[in-house]
C-alpha cells in the first residue's frame, strides 16, 4: 500500500530531522556545513509533499465510514494535524534579516517546531514482530531510546548556551565549559560528543566534576538539566 509506505518514508525522514535539528542549533554553524544545509531542503520539500498529499488523502469519518469528499478532507485537515505540518515545515529563520548574529539565533528555535512532528509517528502501524516482543523487553528498549533523545536535547542545547553567550559578548569575563575543556568552536564533533557525555552523566548520576559550568547561565542550565533528569529517570 502506497499510503502506509508514503507514512513510513516521511517518519524515517522525521526522524532525521529532530536529530539534526538539534545539532545544527547547538553546534551554531547555521548554513556552513553543505551536507546539513541539504538535508534542510529535502526535508522541507517531503514535509510540503506531505502536506499537499494529506489534503487529498481520505479520513475514516466519526461514524467509521470512509471520506472521500474533497471538502471534507479539507476541513478534517485542517483541524487536526495540518497546524502541526505547517510550523513544522515553513523554514522561519530562512527568512530573517541574518545581521544580528544573537538575533539570528534566536529565529532558528522555531527549527524546534520540527519536533512537533513526533506526535505524527504515533499514527504509524507497528510491526507485529514488535507488538510480539517480550513487555519487559520494549520497556528496556523504549527507556534506553527515550534516554539517548533526551541526552541529545541536552547536550546539543548545553553546547547553545555557551554560543549563546558568545553572541553576547560574555567570553571577555568567562570562558565556556568547552574552552575551559581545551576544545575550539568548530571542534563540532568533538563538542558534540562531550555535550552529549556530559548529558548523560548528569542525567543519569551528579556527573564526574570532568565538564563544569563556567557562567550562570550554563549554571542555571545544569541545575534545570540536574533537576529534570532526576525527573525522568529518578
Same mark, same amino acid.
Given at each position: 500500500d502506497f499510503k502506509?509506505?508514503?507514512?513510513?518514508?516521511?517518519?524515517?525522514?522525521?526522524?532525521?530531522?529532530?536529530?539534526?535539528?538539534?545539532?545544527?542549533?547547538g553546534m551554531g554553524f547555521g548554513n556552513d556545513i553543505l551536507a546539513f544545509n541539504i538535508i534542510d531542503i529535502v526535508?522541507?520539500?517531503?514535509?510540503?509533499?506531505?502536506?499537499?498529499a494529506n489534503f487529498r488523502t481520505a479520513f475514516v469519518n466519526d461514524i467509521g465510514v470512509v471520506d472521500t469528499i474533497p471538502q471534507h478532507i479539507f476541513v478534517s485537515y485542517g483541524k487536526t494535524w495540518f497546524p502541526v505540518d505547517f510550523v513544522s515545515t515553513v523554514p522561519v529563520d530562512q527568512m530573517f534579516d541574518g545581521s544580528d548574529a544573537k538575533a539570528l539565533r534566536l529565529v532558528r528555535l522555531f527549527r524546534l517546531l520540527k519536533l512537533f512532528r513526533l506526535l505524527k509517528l504515533k499514527r504509524l #502501524?507497528?510491526? @507485529?514482530?514488535?507488538? /510480539?516482543?517480550?513487555i519487559s523487553l520494549k520497556k528496556s528498549i523504549k527507556l534506553f531510546?527515550?534516554?539517548?533523545?533526551?541526552?541529545?536535547?541536552?547536550?546539543c542545547f548545553w553546547n547553545y548556551v555557551s554560543i549563546m553567550q558568545?553572541?553576547?559578548?560574555?567570553? #571577555?569575563?568567562? @570562558?565556556?565549559?568547552? /574552552?575551559?575543556d581545551g576544545l575550539q568552536q568548530k571542534a563540532y564533533e568533538h563538542r558534540y560528543i562531550a555535550g552529549l557525555y556530559w548529558a548523560i552523566t548528569t542525567m543519569t548520576t551528579v556527573g564526574y566534576g570532568d565538564i563544569l559550568p563556567r557562567s550562570d547561565a550554563e549554571r542555571v542550565y545544569a541545575t534545570a538539566s540536574m533537576l529534570l533528569g532526576a525527573t525522568v529517570f529518578g
Amino acid at each position: 500500500d502506497f499510503k502506509i509506505f508514503w507514512d513510513v518514508f516521511v517518519g524515517v525522514f522525521t526522524i532525521v530531522s529532530i536529530i539534526v535539528v538539534p545539532i545544527q542549533l547547538g553546534m551554531g554553524f547555521g548554513n556552513d556545513i553543505l551536507a546539513f544545509n541539504i538535508i534542510d531542503i529535502v526535508t522541507a520539500l517531503i514535509f510540503g509533499v506531505d502536506i499537499i498529499a494529506n489534503f487529498r488523502t481520505a479520513f475514516v469519518n466519526d461514524i467509521g465510514v470512509v471520506d472521500t469528499i474533497p471538502q471534507h478532507i479539507f476541513v478534517s485537515y485542517g483541524k487536526t494535524w495540518f497546524p502541526v505540518d505547517f510550523v513544522s515545515t515553513v523554514p522561519v529563520d530562512q527568512m530573517f534579516d541574518g545581521s544580528d548574529a544573537k538575533a539570528l539565533r534566536l529565529v532558528r528555535l522555531f527549527r524546534l517546531l520540527k519536533l512537533f512532528r513526533l506526535l505524527k509517528l504515533k499514527r504509524l #502501524a507497528v510491526p @507485529e514482530y514488535i507488538q /510480539e516482543m517480550p513487555i519487559s523487553l520494549k520497556k528496556s528498549i523504549k527507556l534506553f531510546c527515550s534516554l539517548i533523545f533526551i541526552a541529545h536535547l541536552f547536550g546539543c542545547f548545553w553546547n547553545y548556551v555557551s554560543i549563546m553567550q558568545l553572541a553576547d559578548g560574555v567570553k #571577555a569575563e568567562h @570562558e565556556t565549559w568547552w /574552552e575551559a575543556d581545551g576544545l575550539q568552536q568548530k571542534a563540532y564533533e568533538h563538542r558534540y560528543i562531550a555535550g552529549l557525555y556530559w548529558a548523560i552523566t548528569t542525567m543519569t548520576t551528579v556527573g564526574y566534576g570532568d565538564i563544569l559550568p563556567r557562567s550562570d547561565a550554563e549554571r542555571v542550565y545544569a541545575t534545570a538539566s540536574m533537576l529534570l533528569g532526576a525527573t525522568v529517570f529518578g
